[in-house]
């Protein structure tokens, strides 16, 4: 125990307009202990107390303090409260504050969602049919294939990059930019399942990589990827043979009726490959520039 000098402490207290209650606070004690201390009704005060109470004057303990205590000399108890984490009232003032804030932040934001115009989630796919290979020079078909649910009629927008060695030859596109770099299809109310395409020819013998996507308002722009098939291989053999044997079998001509015919832009030698499927086998005829049936 120590003793303080009060009549110091509450001289010191008032030269810094500090309040009783700022220096209960500091110490950890109640206002009527600091009342008692400064009208020194309470002289002795505990080590700690008196350090925290030199702290919150910002003095040096020795300043508020007179004498020492006694040996075996009773003091009367003091009234404590538990000591507060320091810089609690401007921590507790920035937490309310941001509360508040946050609060309101909350408030806006489901206003402004909730008169929101809501854009539809739906349901998009898009895939590339090609074939699994095609001859240098002799035009093949691309088909893309969007479905939309038909309940919820969408506008989109589909682009095709055509890579640097491949040359439109025919296309149901509505804009095909020059050196054809290109293709884009717009569509006004897509529902349900449709195709687009577009014949081509490639030269070299490296396969040829393919990349389209699909735009839409759903979802807030909305881009989905043409998946399916993304290369195509160069082979000296017909694009409908897909197993490269010279021979069209019933189901290569089926593949060519159900991914390739009927789809506008395309000019698919639908013909041919019927002759080629009723003959025996096919094959190149390299000075006409032309495939021959082989009864």
């Known amino acids: 125990m120590v003793r303080i000098d009060g009549s110091l ?19 950890g004690v109640t206002t009527d202990t600091i009342s008692r201390w400064e009208n020194r009704h309470y002289q002795s005060v505990k080590m700690d107390n008196a ?10 303990l020795k300043v508020i303090l007179e004498v020492e205590e006694e040996p075996g000399q009773s003091v009367a108890p003091e009234i404590e409260m538990p000591l507060p984490i320091a810089g609690s009232g401007k ?30 989630e739906v349901s998009l796919s898009a895939t590339r049919k090609i074939p699994s290979h095609a001859m240098p020079g002799y035009p093949f078909p691309v088909v893309i294939v969007v479905e939309a649910p038909s309940s919820t009629p969408l506008s989109v927008v589909i682009k095709e990059s055509l890579p640097a060695n491949i040359q439109v030859t025919s296309s149901s596109a509505f804009l095909q930019p020059l050196a054809k770099a290109e293709l884009k299809w717009i569509v006004k109310h897509l529902a349900g399942r449709q195709r687009f395409g577009y014949m081509a020819t490639a030269q070299g013998a490296e396969p040829v990589h393919f990349h389209g996507s699909v735009h839409t308002r759903a979802g807030q722009g909305k881009e989905v990827v043409v998946g399916g098939r993304q290369s195509l291989a160069m082979a000296p053999f ?21 991914d390739f015919d009927d789809v506008a832009g395309l000019t698919v030698d ?26």
């Open 51 to 60: 350090r925290r109470l030199a702290n919150a004057l910002e003095v040096e």
């Open 9 to 27: 402490v509450r001289q010191l207290r008032e030269e810094k307009g500090l309040t009783q209650l700022y220096l209960a606070t500091a110490v």
């Open 91 to 120: 921590r507790k003032t920035t937490v309310l504050l941001f509360a508040f804030a946050l609060f309101f932040v909350v408030l806006y934001l489901f206003f402004y969602s909730s008169h929101k115009e809501p854009v539809p």
């Open 270 to 295: 639908v013909e041919l490959v019927e002759d080629m499927w009723m003959g025996s086998r096919y094959s190149w005829n390299q000075e006409a520039g032309v495939f021959e049936v082989i009864p």
């Open 238 to 258: 017909h694009w409908a043979d897909s197993n490269q044997d010279g021979i069209i079998s019933d189901d290569e001509i089926l593949v060519v009726y159900d």
